[in-house]
């Protein structure tokens, strides 16, 4: 399969998705269902189209063919089979590419799944999906094209950034990128509707799942990419608020929130306005961390670093896409009618109330990622915003949210008694404020906020088990009836509650890690001992090894506690050649109660080194309450009322996105 060919395969998908942009549109305005039918199919055309190309770039990169520039600056013939096919996304070019490529994915599965949905209206979002991946060919093909040739081609590659050759940063661009532009579907639901003047619950369930597929998507890309931060860059951390991780949070933030939102459309017929701009802004999050990224305006492992003239035409697109929709939300936001009106004290009340907090809390990240980036080009001033700022601004709204969390699902619809739901959480109170006493007893002295925060963590899970007590009468009738109300939950709420529950557990992780680490940066020769907490890391010296594509320096430490062995750690120091970098690559061991950690340094003379030793409590828990975050959702979409949407269309109906209001 030629360049060429992937090359071609790319024009000839913008030819189609600029007819998939204008035909279908043009066709649902004159009511020419020839027209209309033609979304489906070109949609399906612009994803075969791109699937081609990108095969014919994977194959370049696994061939090591250096006469492609994208291939000669980003690989090499050392380089393992996993992250020559890693370096297809690990480059500007190649990513967008995958990005384009999962537009007409997703495209294709709303032309092929959307069966509920009326002609005109998944002609109307087929053709907003065109638009977008027509700007994003635009891009690829006048500014970024991934097939050009280099002549003559150079004998070897420069290869790809070592921190990059990782199997976590194999996965995490596409799973990112899954959730992005998962999120686009939303958006053209949102445009789609407004160019039709109707919302409705039909509207919200078919919405829904596209946005559950999405904010999963999203969920587990960032912890993959926490994750790999935490076990590859050796400093022990596993979140920086570097900008470009502020990128993918701010859409997993306000995607949470639309998630919560479209809750309220469904279930009341409320929310109307508030949803659709939701949708829009959620998605313009999206397309603002791709700014961020390929503009050059900001320095991160994460970024790529390229002509920031790219960044102007990214720029325009931004201002095309995301002032063209809000455009066209301020011109038919006023058609849409209200909905139903609810209580002060409701489950929709509570549901608003977390979309105040979330939306909040975006709004802080965003000002802290963007604000220095504004006054270094309006002043030339260069400030840092960092964990301060987002500690004392974020985790007090983040700490407001989870006791929210813990009362919502106990509220009725339209009029919910407090008091009721105040009785069913006296045990989840008293649960919450004995946390208090057992952390300072588990952990000793520590900052007040992290005695907080794990009271809130059990918080939330005794408030989710009572809510589930209380739907199924749990002690008020016979056990044998509880059990039969439990089997007969729909899955739609044991996915909320176990992704609620999932929160919890990342909250307890990130509690105790961030406020009872241990930690210890000593010089060590072999033979000599540090104390890390209740463990002895004795180091026994160093040895050399070679990998596939790269040359290293093993330590070894065998650790103890209580004069009983409990593991050995091998940390590394990499040197790459292609390109020339070291690395660390740190060596854990995990226990229920945190994780061993080790990180091999510098040699100082002497036979000794420099080296990191920590103990790092509960801080898996962070990544396994998202693994259960995503479990919740994927128990949420196979909920047949969830996954299915709005029932089918009778034959004999009229083609209309939802019922008139």
Known sequence: M???????ALALALGLALAGAVLPLWGAARGDDRLVALAPPLAVGQFLLVAVAFASLMQAFVTSDFSLLVVAQ????????????????GNHEGSLVLW???LGFFGTLVALLGRSLPALFKARVLAVQAMITSGFLLFLLLTSNPFARLDPAPLEGRGL????????????????????VGFSVAFSFAVAALIEGRVGPAWARWMRPWVLVAWMALTAGIALGSWWAYYELGWGGWWFWDPVENASFMPWLAGTALLHSAIVVEKRDALKRWTILLAILTFSLSLLGTFLVRSGVLTSVHAFAV????????????????GGSLLLYAWRANTLEGGG????????????LNNILLSVATAIVFIGTLYPLFLDILSGAKISVGAPYYARTFVPLMMLLVLALGVGPLLSWKRGDLGRAARSLRLALLLALAALPLAWAIHGAGPVMAFLGFALAVWLVAAVISEWAARVRLFHIPLGH????AAGLPRRHYG?????????????????SEAWTVERLAVMAPGDTEQVGAYAFTFEGVRPVVGPNYTAVRGRFSVAKGGHAVTVLEPEERTFTAPPMTTTEAAIHPLPSGDLYAVIGDATGADRWSVRLYMKPLVSWIWLGALIMVAGGALSLSDRRLRVGAPARSRRSEASPVPAE
């Open 2 to 8: 030629s360049p060429e060919l992937g090359h071609l």
């Open 496 to 512: 909320m509650a176990l992704a609620h529950l999932g929160l919890a557990v990342s909250i307890f992780g990130i509690t105790a």
């Open 100 to 102: 384009v490529l999962m």
């Open 74 to 89: 980003n690989s090499h013939t050392e380089k393992p089979l996993l992250y020559k096919i890693a370096g297809v996304w």
């Open 161 to 180: 950034n070592p921190l990059l050759q990782d199997p976590g940063l194999a996965f995490h661009p596409p799973l990112l990128y899954l959730g992005y």
């Open 482 to 485: 509880s059990l039969a109300r």
């Open 307 to 322: 002509d920031p003239a790219r960044g102007v035409f990214i720029l325009g697109l931004l201002a095309l896409a995301i």
């Open 341 to 352: 009106l609810f209580a002060a004290i409701s489950r929709e009340s509570a549901l608003v």
